[in-house]
């Protein structure tokens, strides 16, 4: 958490702004880094997935990006966006039935497979629109670019933004809601 | 979906964030102050002697006890609506108001006999200031909300009090224009209870609007 950290966060994300595409890669998966480790310790002993926290957090920042300022330090401001949804997570657990035994187990034993389980955003995911849902679906776990994608759906380059971008909009609000 | 294939999606949404916050408070604040006078003018209007009255010290005193509420709460609301807000060093200022009217009460207590501090604190028209104070901040209080939900406060029913209080005090301001009561004893009761209430609706309304 040093001030040089803060500084190099604080350039990709002056630059991602500005629209550099690969800046904006760079901060994200440095941000998600931070935030893991943050959330597996706030995940402790909690039922709560710190894998769903870093997603949820990552949407989060995604969509409020326009809530960090300039010249303010970025960590603290990361930190603060994965707070609230840890909080929110907890909140929510506290809401949902409790679990059975049999089920906890699964859960652990799950976790040893981590590859194949699916987190929450899978769900959300799976709420969107069917349009909506391919062009996610193909530049995030198909990895294609924007024109691949357009290309292979038969739509053009604007749709295709349109809709990520709508998409994603959706799935942050919709994440984890029961 | 795993993380990475999250981050390729992300960072492919290269749409621009949309306003900045600066912008957005600069609009809401403006448009809140438009509604307000909006719905004051057509509804009540200024008092009809109010060329005269504004040279007096209780008519005046009334506007810097509203402007200094509506002022350090929208301050505070618009810190509240950044993610990472200390509020802690903005909180003091909200107490401006209230010892305002504290003081102003003493000295009317010294100033007015006794037998005669009901009649000022019961005033002519309380039930029109418990209405109308709600009413003209009912448009302000809602472009609030909308603006914190746009932001990204940590604490939305605090954010959503301090909305209440900030659109109480633009209204409160209005009113004190129509207002026959210039009694500090009226505005402490009414003019409290009244923003109370706008308060409490910003405080509701922010655990249903600002959620994000």
Same mark, same amino acid.
């Given at each position: 958490m ?5 500084e190099?966060l ?13 800046a ?9 880094v ?10 402790v ?12 957090a ?17 960590i603290?401001?990361?930190h603060?966006i994965?707070?609230h949804?840890?909080?929110d997570a907890?909140r ?6 409790? /679990? ?5 187990? $699964?859960?652990?034993?799950? %976790? &040893?497979?981590? #590859?194949?389980? =699916?987190w ?9 629109a069917p349009g909506?849902?391919? /062009?996610?679906n193909?530049?995030?776990? $198909?990895?294609c670019?924007? %024109? &691949?994608t357009? #290309?292979?759906? =038969? ?6 933004r ?6 994603l909009?959706?799935i942050?609000?919709?994440f984890g809601?029961? | 979906?795993d993380?990475?294939?999250l ?9 621009r ?5 600066n ?10 102050l ?10 009540l209007?200024?008092?009809?002697d ?33 993610p990472?807000?200390d ?31 009901a ?8 039930r029109?200031?418990l ?9 302000p209080?809602g ?24 659109a ?24 409290t ?15 249903w609007?600002?959620?994000?």
């Amino acid at each position: 958490m040093s001030g040089a950290d803060d500084e190099h966060l604080a350039g990709l994300l002056r630059g991602s702004v500005a629209g550099d595409e690969k800046a904006y890669a760079d901060f994200l998966r440095d941000a998600a880094v931070l935030i893991r480790s943050w959330a597996r310790r706030w995940a402790v002993g909690g039922g709560i997935d710190a894998e769903d926290i870093v997603q949820e957090a990552l949407l989060a920042v995604h969509v409020k990006r326009h809530t960090w300022r300039n010249d303010a330090p970025v960590i603290p401001w990361l930190h603060a966006i994965a707070r609230h949804k840890f909080v929110d997570a907890v909140r929510r657990q506290a809401r949902r039935p409790t /679990v059975g035994i049999e089920e906890f187990e $699964e859960t652990l034993a799950s %976790a &040893e497979t981590e #590859k194949a389980r =699916d987190w929450e955003i899978g769900r959300a995911l799976e709420g969107l629109a069917p349009g909506q849902r391919s /062009v996610v679906n193909a530049i995030s776990i $198909e990895g294609c670019s924007v %024109a &691949e994608t357009a #290309k292979r759906l =038969d739509m053009n380059e604007t749709a295709v933004r349109v809709a990520l971008h709508r998409g994603l909009a959706a799935i942050a609000r919709r994440f984890g809601r029961d | 979906m795993d993380t990475n294939d999250l981050i390729k999606a992300l960072a492919a949404d290269t749409r621009r964030p949309g306003f900045s916050m600066n912008a957005v408070w600069f609009a809401t604040c403006a448009g809140a102050l438009v509604l307000a006078g909006l719905v004051f003018s057509v509804l009540l209007g200024p008092r009809p002697d109010i060329a005269i009255v504004a040279e007096t010290v209780r008519f005046l005193f009334k506007f810097v006890v509203t402007i200094a509420l509506a002022a350090a709460a929208f301050v505070a609301m618009r810190v509240a609506a950044w993610p990472e807000a200390d509020l802690r060093k903005l909180l003091p200022y909200l107490a401006i108001a209230p010892a305002l009217v504290v003081g102003g009460v003493v000295l009317e207590l010294l100033a007015v006999p006794q037998d005669a501090w009901a009649t000022r604190l019961i005033g002519t028209n309380s039930r029109l200031c418990l209405t109308f104070i709600p009413l003209i901040g009912l448009a302000p209080l809602g472009l609030f909300l909308l603006a914190l939900r746009y932001g990204a406060p940590s604490r939305p029913a605090l954010s959503g009090a301090l909305a209440g209080l900030a659109a109480g005090g633009i209204a409160a301001t209005f009113y004190a224009a129509h207002c026959p009561d210039d009694s500090p004893l009226f505005v402490a009761t009414w003019y409290t209870i009244a923003v109370l209430g706008l308060t409490l609706l910003g405080t509701l309304g922010a655990r249903w609007l600002v959620r994000w």
